[in-house]
């Protein structure tokens, strides 16, 4: 440094001398000044060399990464510094003052270091680069890893922080490992649901952003964690599925199909004769086969038994759209489509009756 700071004097390349209330004042002007100087050091940093820094093509992203996630930690530990050079530089009064200070500045270095490392979760990113396609592409395993990453980041921040202020860093990550032992133990579910994550992971049956029906559950899916999977339906609501209980279920992986199955049974009045039968279903599948929802080679329509109050017919095609919402709109004008090739061709759609035969009486007398 320029200065030396004594006791109760202050001097400067040795040439100049001042005690008393002028070394006081000289030291609070020096304190200033390095807070200022801490200041103009950040403002440099955020605002003119990590700009300049990150425009520059480096020939590892993880730099880039890196340098973008530092920008704001950087800057404030310039200004950190500048403050605590200033603060060292007071004449104060008590001894263990320097030493709490430096304390404190090393331990809000480690939290802006910390902070600067939990913004660079974009690093997980390339421990996938090597990989498949199918791998590299995964939103749930880049989600998972990032969530990885930062857990870690936030726990390693957490214990530097702790041992630079003196606490037992050894017995805390003992007394954790007995009480995560002992929480394991009780939470066998909770394990049960990381396994079932794990697996998912793992065989990937489907990843955020695709349609899933599980169970009388439909919907898109929207985060998957090491406990649940959360599942946005049609009508908006969330429901949150344990992990364990979708691995134990069937799956049905929406966004996999290239087509939806449009299929009912088609209720038509037993006064029907065989001839109108005959053309309905004809005019049927016309309908069916000219319509720019279905593919032509996969209508089916066909008498497929008879009911207690109808001859049933048996509507089947494939529409082209795997969308949930396009199919119920395109089902919704096939059907009217239907309902108005049933009219047109004089027949009617059969509801439950029961028919009542009332067996005369014989008269005896």
Not at 177 to 197: E, K, P, R, V
Not at 231 to 254: H, P
Request: aromatic share 10%.
């Amino acid at each position: 440094m320029l200065f030396q700071i004594q006791d109760l004097s202050f001097s400067l390349g040795g040439a100049l001398l001042l005690e008393g209330l002028p070394a006081f004042a000289a030291r609070c002007a020096c304190a200033v000044l390095l807070a200022l100087a801490g200041w103009l050091v950040s403002r440099w940093l955020s605002r003119w060399l990590f700009p300049r820094l990150l425009h520059i093509h480096w020939p590892s992203r993880a730099v880039s990464i890196l340098l973008g996630s530092f920008v704001r930690p950087a800057a404030y530990t310039a200004l950190l510094t500048g403050l605590y050079l200033g603060l060292v530089s007071l004449p104060w009064g008590t001894v263990p003052a320097r030493p709490l200070f430096l304390t404190l500045y090393r331990f809000f270095c480690i939290l802006l270091l910390s902070w600067g490392l939990y913004g660079a979760s974009e690093l997980t990113s390339l421990l996938l680069t090597t990989s498949r396609d199918e791998i590299r592409t995964s939103k749930t395993l880049q989600n998972v890893l990032v969530k990885v990453y930062k857990v870690v980041i936030i726990l390693l921040g957490i214990l530097m922080a702790a041992q630079e202020l003196g606490l037992p860093v050894s017995g805390i990550i003992t007394s954790a490992g007995l009480f995560g032992l002992t929480i394991s133990l009780a939470a066998q579910d909770t394990a049960s649901n990381l396994f079932g994550g794990l697996m998912i992971l793992i065989e990937r049956p489907f990843q955020i952003g695709d349609w899933i029906v599980v169970g009388d559950i439909e919907g898109t899916v929207e985060d998957i964690s090491f406990r649940s999977t959360r599942v946005r339906a049609l009508d908006n609501s969330l429901y949150i599925l344990t992990n364990s209980n979708v691995c134990g279920s069937t799956v049905n992986n929406g966004t996999e199909r290239t087509k939806r199955l449009y299929r009912f049974t088609l209720g038509v009045e037993y006064s029907a004769t065989r001839a109108q039968l005959e053309k309905l279903m004809e005019d049927l599948r016309a309908m069916l086969k000219a319509s720019p929802y279905t593919y032509e080679d996969s209508v089916i329509v066909e008498v497929s038994g008879f009911g207690a109050s109808s001859i049933d017919l048996l509507v089947s095609a494939y529409v082209r759209t795997p969308d949930a919402g396009t199919f119920y709109r395109m089902r919704n004008d096939l059907n009217l489509d239907l309902m108005d090739v049933v009219r047109a061709d004089g027949l009617d759609f059969a509801f439950p009756s029961t028919s009542v035969y009332i067996k005369p009486v014989e008269n005896k007398n």
